[in-house]
């Protein structure tokens, strides 16, 4: 009798009522949000500094002025720099003194002696102090100075003195030379007395006007 009212019941059930009950539950869909895009931020390639190019100026030398004018010149910011600029009134001059030492006055005499007795075979030895002397002048006055100083021990021949193309100062004395030359192009363009000069110039003959004016006169 149970089984025959849970069957009648079972059919008076509308069919939706029992698929409710069965169905499964639908989860909704869930909202993805997309990742912003992360801005590529370029990064500027460096720029190569400005060289601060200093006015032309007349090149002259008492020691080795080819040398040492070959590797001032080699600097960009002395590529103005001219040995025949006449009437410029900025002037690039390089000096030298040798002075014997009080050792090497002694030491050359006598061995100028006994080399010239031996007709020679003894060479002559000389121990002197080189100073080198750059300095920049305006109109005369000096703008600014550079000195270098060397003391150099030296075994020469008799006959073959000031004969080797050196100016007396050796291989290695050379070379020093062309040291001082390279140094003093590299502080040049960032001495404050030159830069100072420069802006004058530049000030009172500002390089587009030269250059309008010159190309107005062809």
């Known amino acids: 009798m149970i089984r025959e009212s849970m069957l009648a019941v079972a059919l008076l059930l509308p069919l939706h009522a029992l698929a409710a009950e069965t169905a499964p539950a639908v989860v909704p869909p869930v909202a993805v949000t997309p990742a912003k895009a992360v801005p590529v931020v370029a990064i500027p390639a460096p720029t190569a500094q400005k060289v601060a190019t200093l006015p032309p100026m007349k090149f002259l030398s008492s020691l080795a002025g080819d040398e040492v004018f ?92 000031g004969t080797q193309g050196d100016d007396g100062l050796g291989k290695a004395g050379l070379e020093w030379l062309k040291t001082t030359a390279a140094e003093v192009a590299a502080k040049l363009p960032n001495d404050p007395a030159m830069l100072a000069v420069r802006d004058e110039i530049d000030f009172y003959f500002a390089p587009t006007a030269v250059k309008a004016v010159a190309g107005a006169s062809k």
């Open 70 to 161: 070959t590797v001032l010149k080699a600097d960009p910011a002395l590529a103005a720099l001219d040995k025949e600029l006449a009437g410029s009134p900025l002037s690039l001059i390089v000096t030298h003194t040798v002075r014997p030492t009080a050792a090497g006055t002694a030491t050359g005499l006598l061995s100028a002696v006994l080399s010239g007795g031996t007709l020679g075979i003894i060479p002559v030895v000389t121990n002197d102090r080189l100073v080198i002397r750059y300095e920049v002048l305006l109109n005369g006055k000096t703008v600014t100075t550079y000195n270098f100083e060397r003391t150099t021990t030296r075994a020469q021949n008799l006959w073959t003195m």
